[in-house]
């Protein structure tokens, strides 16, 4: 990891006034489309992710810094460096926009473009495929026992 970047000052800064435009941290729409919400495929660009394309939810843009400048004897600051916030609930991990290949998911055929591989691998998936399992095997258990008894009373 690189040292961050420090500039010495030639002398210490005295500021009379505190300036902001008072710009959130967080936007819930998005500077070029796209609202908090959104469906969104994404790829993570950090190789510990692997090649693999994620189902996200667009979590809006998250201020990634803050921009401190003077002007005369006023010290003004604000957000700075918006990007967009995409949650990948499989990870339950965020990751931003200058960090990944992503776009919204506004159409089936879109979709599609995340193998069903993708798919079934989301946790939330993989749960509603485990209590299925469970339900037809308690069905079929009991499908079994009730003509197990039948049989016996048949024979009584």
């Known amino acids: 990891m690189t040292e961050p970047h420090v500039q010495e000052l030639e002398k210490p800064i005295a500021a009379a006034k505190l300036v902001t435009n008072r710009t ?3 936007r819930p729409k998005l500077l070029f489309g796209g609202k908090c919400g959104d469906m969104v495929s994404v790829r993570p660009c950090a190789e510990r992710f692997g090649e693999r394309t994620y189902l996200g939810v667009l979590l809006g843009e998250i201020a990634q810094g803050v921009h401190l400048g ?9 957000m700075a460096y918006h990007n967009p916030a995409i949650l990948i609930p499989e990870l339950d991990e965020v990751v931003f926009g200058n ?18 591989a993708d798919i079934s691998n989301v946790w939330y998936v993989k749960a509603l495929d485990q209590i299925a399992r469970a339900a ?3 069905a079929s258990d009991g499908a079994a026992t009730a003509s197990g008894s039948e049989a016996d009373d048949a024979a009584a």
């Open 136 to 138: 037809a095997e308690d």
């Open 70 to 78: 003077t002007r005369g004897d006023e010290l003004h600051y604000d």
């Open 99 to 116: 960090a990944s290949w992503w776009g919204a998911i506004r159409d089936a055929r879109q979709l599609r473009e995340i193998t069903d």
């Open 24 to 26: 959130p941290a967080w």
